[in-house]
């Protein structure tokens, strides 16, 4: 069989090689359509193997591999290899599937983590098996069973992109058996627990020289290497060319290669070399320096010769180890040639004292060491001998990954990860902590933080303590910001304190006190799918080895390294350059004079550099901005500092650092326009701003000979900003926010040019990037429709159109408009060219259509326009025509007589009159009563010697700022009521660019670039700039580029030639945002990949255009749909540019320029109208009256989610299975004013949240339904929980109630109102805008996520489930008694009893636990459950309640009782019910557990019932006098009955649970909640009924300083009675903690 693929193939793929190599094509922006297969099919044995020639990382997945029954000559080629049916076995990942479905799911090698240059095979066996070979090893049978006749799949799916087929034969016996040794010996020695390279246990070297023998081993062979000598000590850094004082230079390759042997006694042995990875490279480093150092750390003296030591000692456990020249490790003294270790003697090479690190602990790994324990998370898998975990399916889930320790931290034992790989998928990521919990006994959580007992956690940069937050701002690090290779540990010190570790910077202490027994836990969380256990710690250097060994020996890993000597050079002056050791996302080039984030994008700190020795006195230190991102806020930051960056421990920012205690010493920075001193504010407004410096400007500072501190703006002096700095002081810049890139401007040598110049011509500023979605609107897109006559032609885009055979044929060419006309808007076309051949001229007139036969789709085009009988008005010579029939003659213009280049315009007006223009001048009213509601079509006749006409610029809405009356003025237009003038292009523009039209066409007349454009004028806020591709050249690659410049066209040279540069690409002048292809671009540099469709699919027709939102972002709409936000900080004056680049060679200008509109009227708001808080009766609100317009029957569209199952007449929609896959969109799009309702029929509370919903704004029917809704991410608003998503991205918080807690029976709606704004209804409440800019058509969505398994679809004669519409649930005939809270009860919303008579609020439920262990009768609460009200947050937000009503006569105010749970109280028979909830005041009173039971055998408030509430009152003297005593008191005692000698019971009570509610009138209590068994706190009180006119108002108690609660003053918070009949009790109030 030949080695070769088929030529039928996916649509993307390309092949070249004789067949025998594959690439898909646009790898960056498509991932699929990849799909090859053999030319013949397999036979058995054969194996057909490809090996892998490019990957690229913008994609998940890689290669799949497998066999079809499929004939390729007559295949439909699917997508994805997963998609052939019929008989197909693919292995994808490491996965094996069968016609599309999971038969295998964990099998052989993961094909997503081939690399290049891997090879990959697939063979049916004689035996019908399939078999995958990986690298010439056979991975064993997949499946079996096979038919014969199959041939070879391979799918360039995802990040693969490119395959040649190097073989396809049986595989030698003798090559696959040396495959399996090597392969079985290499596991072998990954499974040995101590690592022996070159003699040399892991962890075990003599000495730096050891690591640097190891280093030059290349090839077998061993270079000399110098050896440091015996007083050499610890340097401050370690150096950057490993080059030490005397010797020779240490050589070194790459890659390192070590020889696998158990013992090494000649360095000149050489076996078989093993290319060390990145990771090994790092370890092996790690151990060289950890032995070089260990003596200091361990307080030994110098360090000997370094010679390798040799084990002849014995232990218990056979530890090797050596001594370390001075000094003991464990406590065991030696002498200066040898060392004692732990367990066994050492005996070093003359000159002795061999580094040693075996005894230490963590030092070696022994059998006692750390592991991952076997029992883990149900997607986690073990390897490395329990020190690697990894999640499975990463893609797929995102928790089930907890492992923990296999023993109980030591005391002061470090824990430390490794990062090993990450997924760009998820949101969070790793989280590290300890626990009390013992592995074996543990049933592990999806999640540490689901665990609500001894564990403490380390989540994002916050602490988790049994799940909740305790501490959210633990450190400036945050877990969810690290990246593959950074370090995570923790240690358990002896005090008990917890200290967390990140790349071996103590974070501090994270809890104080820690049980003494725990272990360590790792949850592999969201983005984290790998660790590695490490165990080599020197928390001291380990930025240190990042930024220094890592860079020098591996450069391809890190940044470039400076490559000046650390010796200074004589001969070179003292030039000021940046010190080698900068911030930890820093790095240093240039030699010193440049530095950079080269993440700028991912971080936004820890970017500080300093210079490299300090400043003279009247020396200038200054930078230029290099290069600029716009993600961040806040931009560089400069100073001076008394610190050396040698010793300096740099900080993530330096206004952070605090140190230096006196004004003359620490850190000086000017930030923004403000100068700080140690971290503290000195002058507030100060100089320029350097937040708004732009990339190519320049800061400096200078330390003058006076003491006194000074910056520079662009050369110019900002005045002194402090003084009495001290002499010694070293520059400090901070690329911090936006800042990426500054160069030390100096005399010595030129200055490098800034990033990516352009090297043609002087350089301008980079152009804009794509433009918003609000104002993509096609309407002023006039073009003549694709339906025509049957002589006509339709060129140019649609804007232009000709009778072809002029001179044979006359009629038969009418035309007309693409769309219908507005009022005032007109309609213009010129006459290109005429003929002489006929009598007559053009025809131009207005057709109008109603709703039925005048559309174009319905319009038989008759010969002439005069030969339609009905709803046409016409212009023929000077004829007015309507209908066929002449109306009028002599009209004011005479169509005969107009010429080529003559311009003819027409327009209805608002009032139904019909206008002409000639030349731009009105003629007057041609006709009126053209009804002014109904769409009318421009329509154009091609007839006689008119023979091609395009329509102008001209076209669109006019200018109604010169109407002044309804009486038309020959001498002006009549001007549009609707705002916009069209654009144009500036006269500026590259060499190759001819504008035509007025400035509203742009051609490329040569090659394939200079062609940039700009527009006119800047644009306005929201104004969209949009063209329409006219002309494409298919010979050049490339297409149109657009975007926003700060650049302003009337600055360039005169000469068009001379200004520009060849692209737009190279643009960098001025700050320009662009979009090129599918990537977002800012001066040329690359800020985004994979932004929107790509530009370079755009063809004849397409429709692009930009613009720059109120929110300062750049925009780019595609046919008028948004692509969304582009770039952001986008500078406010800004000018649209567009290159006609490659393939595009012409556009024209479709979109007008924003005018301000003062007469738009806002559309009137659908908010639910509200009584006022007096009424008692707020009727609900019904969703029949909701609907302004005509409601559209709506229903559930066929495609969406696989687990969803619709069901009458797709009305109702089912999640069948899972949690997820529960995507459903509506079949028609949703109209504006209209709600669309449906309601929630089923839960499911096995899952955790629930429902989302919300719109999208493109057409659903060909969508691919993620799992989710929240991995929609194009042009999509959800409402989740109580947030709202735009693009997956949160825009809002705390908006209406939390969708998670919404009962069965909750009906939920949609509606974008007038102004396209979205607004959620809860049961027919409206909770307010969600979101703006909502584009049209938008379709509802919602998300069967979790709880919510079923909805419905509320329509007007559908009923909701349970046989009661939502109607008849909201409204109810109630007794004056049920009235409560100002409205009635049954308008207080709840489940209905037949739905789900159980459903109640989670937070009502522990409330109503609570209340049961008081054991109160249940003679004192009301039987009718209904009368119990949840006010926690989703409850109240879900009935609609407002914060405060009135109550009683006179009214008065009351606040409802907000994160409490009302228990209703029976009413005793005697009291007067209706006169009491009608006339009397609502009050609260706070009071104790104790006192309830007495309370409520008594129905009121009694003397006594609080130890705060019943103190007897003080005499007061004071203006208020509520509490003064009885006349003719002459004590204080309380008041007293004369007749009685009682005491008179005095209740303090308040308006508002605010103040009621407080601890100490409300004491708190603890219990333990039955069914969860977690403790809270709970509080009680009481709402009650108060009779006008028995309490005093007086003011608060407390001593309180702010407002108590914003309506109530607290001067007339409190209110005192002594009335025993005065109070009525209605409510028992619990709160829970």
């Not at 066929?884 to 209805?908: A, H, V, W």
Request: glycine letters at 10%; proline letters at 5%.
């Amino acid at each position: 069989m030949a080695a070769e693929l088929h030529p039928c193939s996916g649509k993307l793929i390309g092949l070249s090689n004789s067949n025998r190599t594959a690439q898909r094509n646009q790898p960056v922006q498509e991932f699929n359509h990849g799909l090859v297969l053999s030319r013949e099919p397999l036979k058995d044995r054969d194996v057909f193997t490809v090996r892998i020639d490019k990957k690229v990382n913008s994609w998940s997945g890689s290669i799949e591999i497998g066999v079809t029954s499929l004939d390729p000559a007559g295949l439909d080629f699917p997508s994805s290899a997963t998609g052939l049916k019929g008989g197909s076995w693919i292995v994808s990942g490491c996965s094996v599937l069968r016609d599309g479905r999971s038969v295998l799911e964990e099998y052989g090698r993961d094909l997503d983590q081939l690399s290049e240059g891997d090879r990959v095979g697939i063979q049916r066996s004689t035996h019908g098996e399939l078999h995958l070979w990986v690298n010439g090893q056979d991975c064993g049978a997949a499946a079996s069973g096979l038919p014969t006749g199959l041939w070879a799949v391979v799918d360039l799916y995802g990040k693969c992109t490119q395959v040649t087929v190097v073989s396809c034969e049986p595989p030698s016996l003798a090559e696959r058996d040396t495959e399996r040794e090597t392969v079985e010996e290499r596991e072998q020695e990954d499974e040995e627990e101590e690592v022996v390279v070159c003699g040399v246990r892991e962890g075990e070297f003599g000495g730096l020289t050891s690591a640097v023998n190891l280093a030059a081993v290349t090839n077998g062979t061993l270079e000399e290497v110098p050896e440091l000598p015996p007083t050499h000590n610890r340097p401050d850094k370690f150096p950057n060319n490993l080059e030490p004082e005397t010797g020779k230079k240490i050589k070194t390759s790459t890659p390192i290669s070590v020889a696998p042997l158990t013992k090494c006694k000649s360095p000149s042995f050489s076996p078989s070399p093993i290319v060390l990875t990145e990771h090994q490279l790092f370890d092996v480093l790690n151990n060289a320096i950890v032995s070089l150092y260990r003596s200091e750390d361990n307080g030994g003296g110098d360090l000997g010769g370094g010679g390798i030591g040799r084990d002849s000692g014995t232990g218990s456990r056979g530890d090797r180890g050596s001594s370390s020249g001075g000094g003991s490790v464990n406590g065991n003294s030696s002498d200066s040639g040898g060392g004692t270790g732990n367990t066994g003697s050492i005996n070093s090479p003359a000159g002795g004292g061999g580094a040693r690190l075996g005894a230490v602990t963590g030092g070696m790994l022994t059998n006692d060491a750390l592991l991952f324990h076997e029992k883990c998370g149900t997607l986690i898998k073990l390897s490395n001998n329990n020190k690697t975990a990894e999640r499975r399916r990463p893609l797929d889930e995102f928790n089930n990954g907890v492992v923990m320790t296999n023993r109980p931290l030591r005391h002061n034992e470090m824990f430390e990860i490794r990062i090993d790989k990450l997924v760009d998928k998820w949101s969070g990521s790793i989280e590290i902590g300890v626990t009390t919990h013992n592995p074996n006994n543990l049933d592990y959580p999806a999640t540490m933080t689901n665990l609500r007992s001894g564990t403490i956690m380390m989540s994002g940069c916050g602490i988790l303590t049994n799940g909740k937050g305790t501490r959210r701002e633990y450190c400036e690090f945050s877990l969810d910001e690290l990246q593959e290779g950074d370090h995570i540990g923790l240690m358990h010190k002896a005090s008990g304190a917890l200290h967390f570790y990140i790349n071996g910077i103590d974070q501090g202490v994270a809890a104080a006190q820690t049980p003494a027994v725990v272990y360590a836990v790792v949850d592999l969380y969201g983005m984290a799918v790998k660790v590695t256990i490490v165990h080599n710690h020197n928390h001291s250097d380990r930025l240190r080895r990042n930024n220094a060994i890592m860079r020098a020996l591996s450069p391809d890993v890190g940044r470039p390294r400076p490559a000046h000597s650390l010796t200074p050079d004589p001969d070179t002056p003292d030039r000021l350059l940046f010190h080698s050791n900068c911030g930890q996302k820093a790095a240093i080039i240039s030699e010193g004079r440049t530095a950079l984030r080269p993440h700028a994008t991912d971080d936004f700190n820890h970017g500080v550099v300093l210079s490299g020795r300090p400043l003279h006195s009247n020396e200038v230190f200054q930078v230029r901005i290099d290069k600029m991102v716009d993600k961040w806020a806040g931009s560089i930051e400069i100073g001076v500092t008394t610190h050396n960056p040698a010793y300096l421990q740099l900080p993530s920012t330096m206004t952070n650092l605090r140190s230096g205690n006196t004004n003359q010493s620490g850190t000086w920075m000017m930030t923004g326009n403000g100068v700080m001193h140690n971290g503290t504010t000195i002058l507030d407004e100060y100089g320029h701003n350097l937040d708004r410096l732009k990339a190519g400007d320049t800061v400096g500072v200078v330390r003058k000979e006076d003491g006194s501190l000074h910056f520079f703006v662009n050369g110019v002096a900002q005045g002194p900003a402090a003084w009495n700095v001290p002499p010694s002081v070293y520059a400090v810049v901070d690329l911090y926010g936006q800042a990426a890139q500054a160069t030390i401007m100096d005399d010595v040598a030129d200055l490098p040019p800034l990033p990516e110049d352009s090297s043609e011509g002087p350089t301008v500023m980079s152009p804009g990037s794509p433009c918003s979605v609000a104002g993509g609107n096609s309407a002023n897109d006039l073009r003549f429709h694709q339906l025509h006559g049957t002589n006509a032609v339709i060129t140019n885009g649609g804007r232009t159109a000709l009778r072809q055979n002029c001179r044979s044929e006359f009629n038969d060419a009418i035309v007309i408009s693409n769309r219908c006309l507005r009022d005032g808007e007109l309609f213009e076309i010129v006459i290109q060219k005429m003929v002489d051949r006929w009598s007559g001229s053009i025809e131009a007139g207005k057709i109008m259509a109603g709703v039925t036969a005048i559309r174009p789709e319905e319009l038989e085009f008759p010969n002439t326009m005069t030969d339609i009988d009905y709803d046409t008005w016409m212009l023929s010579g000077t004829a007015i025509m309507q209908d066929g029939n002449t109306m009028r003659n002599n009209y004011g213009c005479d169509l005969d007589t107009l010429t080529t280049g003559s311009r003819i315009g027409m327009m209805r007006s608002a009032t139904g009159d019909l206008h002409y223009y000639i030349n731009g001048v009105d003629q007057g009213v041609a006709c009126t009563g053209l009804p002014p509601g109904k769409e009318v079509y421009a329509v154009i006749d091609l007839y006689g010697q008119c023979v091609q006409v395009s329509i102008t610029s001209s076209s669109g809405p006019q200018d109604n700022s010169l109407c002044t009356s309804n009486i038309t003025e020959k001498s002006f237009p009549i001007h549009s009521p609707v705002a916009g003038v069209a654009h144009r292009l500036h006269s500026k523009h590259g060499k190759n660019v001819v504008l035509l039209g007025e400035g509203c066409q742009a051609v490329r007349v040569g090659g394939y670039a200079h062609g940039i454009v700009f527009s006119a004028k800047e644009l306005k806020t929201d104004e969209l700039f949009e063209v329409k591709i006219d002309e494409v050249d298919d010979q050049w690659s490339g297409s149109l580029h657009m975007g926003l410049t700060t650049l302003a066209p009337p600055e360039l040279p005169s000469c068009p030639m001379s200004g520009l540069s060849p692209s737009l690409t190279q643009l960098r002048s001025k700050v320009t945002w662009l979009v090129a292809g599918s990537e977002v671009r800012r001066n040329g540099l690359l800020q985004r990949q994979n932004y929107g469709a790509s530009l370079d699919r755009l063809t004849v027709g397409n429709r692009v255009g930009v613009k720059r939102c109120s929110d300062d972002t750049m925009h780019v709409l595609i046919d008028g749909e948004d692509m969304g936000p582009a770039a952001t900080a986008v500078a406010k004056n800004v000018y649209a540019v567009l290159d006609l680049y490659g393939r595009v060679t012409a556009v024209s200008i479709v979109s007008s320029s924003v005018l301000e509109d003062a007469g738009s009227v806002k559309a009137p708001s659908l908010s639910s109208d509200s009584c006022s808080e007096g009424e008692e009766d707020r009727t609900p609100v019904e969703g029949g009256e909701l609907a302004l317009v005509p409601n559209t029957v709506m229903a559930f569209l066929e495609n969406h989610g696989k687990n969803i199952q619709l069901s009458h007449e797709n009305l109702t929609a089912a999640r069948v299975s899972s949690y997820n896959q529960g995507l459903l969109v509506t079949a028609q799009p949703l109209p504006r004013q209209q709600l669309f309702q449906f309601q929630i029929d089923r839960l499911n509370a096995s899952w955790t949240s629930s429902l989302s919903l919300g719109v999208i704004g493109h057409s659903p029917d060909r969508l691919n339904f993620p799992s989710t809704a929240c991995c929609l991410k194009r042009s999509v608003w959800l409402l989740q929980r109580d947030s709202v998503f735009h693009n997956s991205l949160k825009i809002c918080e705390n908006y209406g109630p939390n969708l998670d807690t919404c009962p069965e029976g909750t009906v939920l709606g949609l509606l974008v109102d007038g102004n396209s704004c979205l607004h959620l209804y809860v049961n027919g409440m409206d909770q307010g805008v969600a979101a703006q800019d909502i584009p049209t058509p938008c379709y509802p969505l919602i998300d069967l996520y979790g709880q919510c398994e079923q909805v419905t679809i509320v329509t007007n004669n559908v009923a909701t489930v349970g046989g009661e519409s939502v109607k008849a649930r909201c409204q109810g005939d109630m007794e004056k008694a049920d009235m409560v809270d100002g409205i009635k009860e049954s308008v207080c919303w709840m489940p209905h009893a037949e739905v789900n008579p159980n459903k109640t609020c989670e937070y009502q439920a522990l409330c109503s636990r609570f209340k049961d262990l008081l054991t109160l009768p249940d003679g004192y609460f009301n039987e009718d459950a209904k009368y119990n009200l949840c006010y926690c947050e989703s409850c109240h937000k879900l009935r609609g309640d407002e914060s405060y009503y009135k109550r009683g006569e006179p009214p008065r105010d009351y606040a409802l009782p907000f994160g409490w749970c009302r228990f209703a109280l029976r009413i005793k028979p005697h009291c007067d019910v209706s006169n009491s909830f009608k006339q009397w005041h609502i009050a609260y009173h706070g009071t104790s557990v104790g006192a309830l039971r007495r309370t409520l055998d008594h129905a009121q408030l009694l003397s006594g019932t609080s130890s705060i509430f019943s103190v007897s009152p003080v005499k007061t003297e004071g203006p208020n006098g509520y509490s003064e005593p009885e006349e003719n008191s002459s004590n204080s005692l309380p008041d007293r009955d004369r007749e009685t000698d009682r005491e008179v019971p005095r209740v303090q009570l308040s308006p508002t649970m605010r103040y009621s509610g407080l601890e100490m009138f409300a004491p708190k209590v603890q219990f333990r909640d039955p069914r969860s068994h977690c403790c809270h706190q709970a509080q009680v009180g009481f709402q009650v009924c108060v009779r006008p006119g028995s309490y005093k108002v007086g003011p608060q108690t407390l001593g309180a300083i702010e407002p108590l609660d914003p309506r109530f003053s607290n001067t007339e918070i409190e209110w005192i009675t002594k009335d025993q009949g005065g109070t009525l009790l209605y409510g028992l109030l619990i709160r829970v903690e």
